[in-house]
């Protein structure tokens, strides 16, 4: 690798640690992120000529902070900056230094980066957005690419939710336990948000452009779990993310098309990603405290599991849902549990389970997706192309519609041979 | 006298790398390798999972199971074992009867390993 091969990866792993830090000594995170910059370019100068830092993390800070007062003393009256030579000179015993105070921060520096970005009036996408760009520090430009915007665009889109998230200001103080687990939450739910952002994508060009997105959730995830090693749920979130991940290869076809779980070529499944979520995923139940993504990293483990579909533990699925069920109640769950149930009861009952749900998912293209196929594997052809028929109309991409014309394809060639 | 090389490295840079990146550095490594088989000088290679999947067993008077890397400064690595284990409880069990073999202090970390050659050395041993 070169010399700037090294310091960008040194500089992406450096950056929420760094600019968590230099926010807590601004209180601005425009002047952060400014000071962090300025770090950065010293950084380019400085680290091909001396040598990279015992420290990056630190280096960066101290540089930093340096940088963001001369800033401030600027704005009054023009002063010198110190030269970089200076300052690595210094290095050893000022770094030693800001090591020290800085460490007991590091944990709380980095929660709180990526706390201020679940703001809550923020929507979604804007979290998502500012996460990418402060604690991640993709360039607006990535980001646009990433959401199929414009620059421009999603320049606007950031300056504004940075806006709100100045206005709300607060969150220095230390957090109490309880606000660091609160703070914990958000920023799971935030961090997964990034993943299925990605995650979501249709195939072809779009998934490409969205997979870096799964990837750097991923980054966040291990970040996070390396400040709280011992927390069952961010163990769980990110071994979901890294076994849902590990799929991507064979997720879609030449064309782009969405290609089912039972028929995806499990060869092309990325085996260091399984092996690692497995390994979480066994850590975790250690703990013996469930949570929504324990369970769900656990059905995601059984499939990966599965050398061939067929053998597939259908009955264990079966029970995590129905945990997943008490855990985190909603249609969409029972739906899934009824895919599971089908497998192991038959399809009657899983029809039979689904059934209730038809008012809240009235509007739902999975549903009447589902429905068609259980209906189909019970010869009730009629009934099943009317399902098939509201699924179409449901269809968000145009991948789910063809998958749903293939069946619609299915039930027309069973009925030529009859 | 046979050598064992241990890697230690920022594992926040490595998990920054990219796709490319990585295998640039890994397809070079993998040049050394080859040259050391090819000498029959190389032994047993291993990566291993990130430090998030670690979990540790302090050999205190009680085993205490901990998640997360071994993180003291004050011991020394001195040797470690590579142990087929159908999951961690296993893992952990076998580590529980080697402390109690070896109950002098200490800790045992506990990391699933990524990937794995098994080549030997050509070389006797002294």
Known sequence: MSDIGWIDAALTSARPQAVGALLRYFRDLDTAEEAFQDACLRALKSWPQNGPPRDPAAWLILVGRNSGIDAARRRNKQTELPDEAAISDLEDAETDMAERLDGAHYRDDILRLLFICCHRDLPATQQIAVALRIVSGLSVRQI????????SAMEQRITRAKGRIAKAGGGFENPTPDERAARLTAVAAMIYLVFNEGYSAAGGDEAERRAPLCDEAI???RLLLRLFPSDPEIMGLTALMLLQHARVAARFDAEGLAILLADQDRSLWNARHIAEGLALI????????PGPYQVQAAIAALHARAARAEDTDWAQIDLL??????LTPSPVVTLNRAVAVSKVAGPEAALEMIEPLAPRLAGYFHYFGLKGALL????RNGEARTAFDQAISLANTAAEAAHIRLHLDQLTEGADRV | MRY????????????SWTLEEERLVMGRLAAVEGKLMREGRLGPTAR??????ATTLRKSRKTVVLDGPYAETKEQLLGFYLVDCNGLEQAIETAIELAAANPCGGAYEIRPVDIMSLNLPRTPLP
């Open chain 1, 144 to 151: 646009a690419r990433a959401f199929l915007v414009g620059e």
């Open chain 1, 219 to 221: 980054r966040l995830a």
């Open chain 1, 282 to 289: 066994d850590k975790a139940i250690r703990h013996r405290t």
């Open chain 1, 321 to 326: 849902y129905a945990t997943l069920e008490v």
């Open chain 1, 376 to 379: 189909k594997q019970l010869g």
């Open chain 2, 4 to 15: 064992a090389i241990l890697c230690y490295s920022c594992e926040d840079a490595i998990g």
């Open chain 2, 48 to 53: 291993l999972l990130p430090t998030t999947s």
